[in-house]
């Protein structure tokens, strides 16, 4: 469907308006006042609908208030004990407009009733009625205009992250309601101005710089100036036990708090940090033509925090381990970096300071911040390549969901903001990117960028809808958008491509490309994407396809001679499934171009998944055979990725018995051969991965015990302790009748960061020899307290269902996925697809496919957007059930 906006003029249709948007998920717009005081309406002006008092944050209620709310301003004091079992104390005041006192508001607020101590409206005491999720004022104590609501009560800690030296807030997208009472809708923008009291010793931020700090005894106030205007996602702070570092770059002034304690990594990894961000922003404001738009730029490095970074507006979170780096990290954890700091920057325009209206275009801020991001790395770090970066970064993801039969489009609806965890994942942070650069390349990127500028221009500190942008856009170039983007946006799938290829006497005579629609649908994808003809000695001829209709003729070429063979996309712009020469795998290392080469990869392997081309053994003997041809170490990664997936998801144990030595030793030679540093970590890696034999894992001991890395591999604390997780899941040396000491303890021993100790041993018993402990250790996952650290979960639960224990993990697969309605209520936004993903990501036998099968037919009704994030980590194992043999 076509999404139009109907605008709504003068008071008297509101009610019809307000009906209107709330059935139809349509948002209103109202003439703009001079300000919110002579916005009140006269009492008895309209009838009002009064939404429901019911869980979560609806739209119908999110509607209602943004026509009636404004003005929001909250003021919030809390006092963090040194405990952390200790209730955090909390005053709350609430301020804003309201244009009309005949209905109740309603504040969002998910916690026990018994957190909330006393509330006072307009300075008057008010009993209180909190229920389903919310503190409800009464009507009878507000009033047309300017409102105060004054709260005491002890904070909700769902979303506080509160460990033994240090907490961080982390409320996208509706978890605000979770600490305190406020509206939590990313339309209805407010300043916070925060006065957090915190043991003496620890250091704090928050959205706004520290205006004064007072230090008494065992406690220290960290008074924060009011903040900038922002949704409530977004407000944030952290304290604890942190370091401090501060640097001026390009004249701004940047702060960072950290726990890291190597040295080596602080040394290397300061100064690419702060100037990672400094070149970010400097190419942000050049971009968009608009400065930096908030008080101030400082950024937090957690420990095993649940995303790589969160963007919250004067105080980014960071996961400290993407920050962190050291002397044997790789080029692409050194792209990852520079991606992530550029991803949460360009936030800092495209989600801050415009933001998406209603959750259902969250995908907005997060395309145009990876969008950005991939141009930023661009400039900003030597010899990138960024197309080829660009092939990796975003299409197997992109493809891994949208092959599935849970597949989701990028625009998605939402009824109520409690769902709107469900909507994140691979399909708007990579499938949207792609579908940007096409859009891009449509329009022209002078037209497209001047769109972007004029719509962050108009919606500054504000909010928008993606069909507003689009709105924008179409009135800059002749191409019908409208169309393009029900197709693109709107829906999801992705087409099939084939071909037809006609010579005659040595010349081609005709060369066609029709696409459908791999659901079966009608649908049509309309794209830019190259072709690239092959000859023999090396020689190519490469040409554009434009695929605006089902089936396309390609004139140019008719008159060339007939070429070897054809590589379908070969510049890594265009999105399906394209066709695979059969002479293409034994030509790979002919091809010059890296990007070539890689859409190549990407080309055989979903052929490979579709039952085409090459079988799975077939398809890893041909990477096999290219892991010491390949010079590209982003390249290498991405053969390196495939073929370990083909080893344990689609090889059956007889096959991988039979292949496996074989591949080790591949991987060996490559290392021994291969010239850079990188790229051997890279294959010492995969080795680690696949080894199988006695004397592989032999050799892996006696690497870990001695610390003595192969020659040219730098090996790290952290991958010493990856390499004792891998020996431990192959229960070595236990298994083979030796009795040093157990690798685990001894490595936890080594470790002196104390952060890290506690992972590992978070880990441990999900490694134990012993079935028992394992047992043990997956029931107490039943327990919501002990699913607080997302990450180490995840982490603990690949090692329960690795493919070597699945024999006696397989029995908890069905209440892992009776957990799954928990998880969502419970987790933070990727926690209920990467517990998915660790739970079925390696499994292949019919009995696990059928527990996920008979799973779905117990639940005909299930939530949709989770039965679709089943669907999507099921899916390599359906495909699992065919291609084994």
Avoid at 745 to 754: M, T, Y
Wanted: glycine fraction near 6%; charge should be positive.
């Amino acid at each position: 469907m076509t999404f139009s906006f109907r605008k709504y003029g003068g008071t008297g249709a509101l009610a019809l308006g307000l009906l209107a948007a709330a059935c139809q998920r349509q948002p209103l717009s109202l003439p703009r006042t001079a300000n919110a005081a002579s916005a009140v309406l006269p009492v008895g002006a309209l009838p009002l609908p009064e939404p429901p008092v019911e869980k979560g944050v609806s739209e119908a209620l999110a509607v209602a208030r943004k026509q009636l709310i404004s003005g929001v301003a909250y003021k919030l004091s809390l006092t963090v004990p040194a405990q952390k079992t200790t209730p955090i104390e909390a005053v709350e005041s609430v301020s804003f407009y309201l244009k009309d006192n005949r209905l109740p508001v309603q504040l969002d607020f998910k916690a026990p009733t018994a957190n909330l101590h006393g509330l006072t409206v307009n300075g008057q005491p008010v009993a209180i009625d909190h229920r389903a999720e919310h503190l409800v004022l009464p009507a009878a104590a507000l009033k047309p205009g300017h409102n105060v609501a004054e709260i005491r009560l002890m904070a909700g800690e769902q979303s506080l992250n509160r460990n033994d030296e240090y907490l961080y807030t982390l409320l996208v997208p509706d978890r605000a309601r979770t600490v305190v009472p406020v509206f939590d809708q990313p339309d209805l923008k407010a300043t916070f101005a925060l006065a957090l009291t915190v043991p003496a010793g620890w250091q704090a931020v928050a959205n706004a710089p520290v205006r004064d700090s007072v230090l008494s005894g065992t406690i220290k106030q960290y008074i924060f100036a009011t903040s900038d205007s922002i949704s409530t996602y977004l407000f944030s702070f952290a304290a604890g036990k942190f370091s401090r570092v501060n640097r001026t770059l390009n004249g701004r002034a940047m702060r960072l708090l950290h726990r890291e304690t190597d040295a080596a990594k602080l040394r290397l990894s300061l100064g690419p940090i702060f100037q990672l961000h400094a070149d970010a922003l400097q190419f942000m404001e050049q971009y968009t033509g608009l400065p930096y738009p908030f008080q101030k730029f400082d950024f937090v490095s957690i420990p095993d925090f649940q995303y790589g970074g969160m963007e919250h507006v004067g105080a980014i979170d960071y996961k400290a381990s993407t920050l962190f780096l050291d002397e044997g990290a790789t080029q692409d954890q050194l792209l990852a970096r520079s991606n992530l700091v550029a991803h949460e920057t360009a936030h800092m325009w495209f989600g801050n300071l415009v933001t998406m209206q209603w959750f259902n275009d969250v995908w907005m801020k997060e395309v145009f911040a990876n969008f950005m991001a991939d141009k930023v790395t661009r400039v900003a770090v030597r010899n990138s390549n960024y197309d080829l970066k660009f092939v990796i970064d975003h299409y197997p993801a992109a493809y891994g969901i949208d092959r599935t039969a849970g597949a989701n489009p990028i625009r998605q609806p939402l009824a109520n903001l409690q769902n709107a965890g469900s909507l994140y994942g691979n399909i708007i942070y990579h499938k949207a990117p792609i579908m940007m650069r096409q859009l891009e390349r449509l329009m022209g990127e002078e037209a497209f960028r001047e769109g972007l500028r004029d719509y962050l221009r108009r919606y500054a500190h504000g909010n928008a809808t993606w069909p507003a942008l689009i709105d924008l856009l179409d009135a800059r170039t002749p191409a019908d958008l409208q169309a393009w983007n029900q197709v693109w946006v709107n829906q999801p799938g992705r087409p099939v491509f084939s071909h037809e290829l006609t010579t005659s006497a040595g010349k081609i005579t005709g060369l066609s490309l029709t696409q459908r629609a791999e659901d079966g649908s009608d649908r049509l994808w309309p794209q830019l994407f190259e072709l690239l003809l092959v000859y023999p000695g090396g020689r190519t001829k490469e040409l554009t396809v434009n695929m605006n209709q089902r089936t396309v003729a390609v004139p140019l070429v008719v008159g060339e001679p007939a070429p070897a063979f054809i590589v379908f996309n070969s510049t890594g712009l265009g999105y399906g499934v394209f066709p695979v020469a059969k002479e293409l795998p034994a030509q790979l290392a002919t091809l010059k171009s890296p990007v070539a080469r890689a859409a190549a990869y990407v080309n055989l392997y979903e052929n490979m998944l579709k039952g085409q081309v090459l079988k799975p053994q077939e398809l890893l003997a041909v990477y096999r055979q290219a892991l010491a041809r390949e010079p590209e170490e982003l390249n290498l990664k991405l053969l390196l990725d495939q073929a370990t997936d083909i080893f344990w998801q689609f090889l059956g144990p007889a096959q991988r018995q039979a292949v496996g030595p074989a591949f080790e030793q591949n991987l060996w030679a490559a290392l021994q051969q291969s010239p850079s540093a990188n790229a051997k970590k890279q294959l010492f890696k995969a080795y680690q991965s696949v080894a199988l034999t006695p004397p592989a894992q032999a050799r892996l001991y006696r690497i870990w015990q001695t610390q003595a890395a192969p020659v040219g591999v730098k090996l790290t604390e952290d991958d010493y302790t990856a390499l004792a997780l891998a020996l431990a899941v192959r229960a070595y040396p236990a298994g083979q009748g030796a009795a040093p000491q157990p690798i685990l303890p001894a490595q936890l021993a080594r470790i002196k960061n104390p952060d890290r100790r506690q992972r590992l041993q978070f880990l441990m018993p999900a490694l134990a020899p012993d079935a028992a402990t394992r047992d043990a250790f997956f029931a107490s996952l039943k327990d919501e307290q002990n699913r607080e650290k997302e990450a180490w979960v995840t982490s603990a639960l690949g090692y329960l269902h690795h493919p070597l224990r699945q024999a006696t993990s397989e029995k908890y697969l069905s209440a892992s996925l009776n957990l799954l309605e928990e998880i969502q209520l419970t987790g933070d936004i990727f926690f209920p697809s990467s517990w998915l993903q660790a739970t079925l990501g390696a499994y292949q036998s019919p009995a696990a496919a059928a527990t996920v099968r008979t799973f779905l037919a117990a639940h005909p009704n299930y939530n949709p957007p989770l039965r679709a994030k089943l669907l999507q980590a099921a899916d390599d194992l359906f495909r699992a059930e065919k291609l084994v043999r």
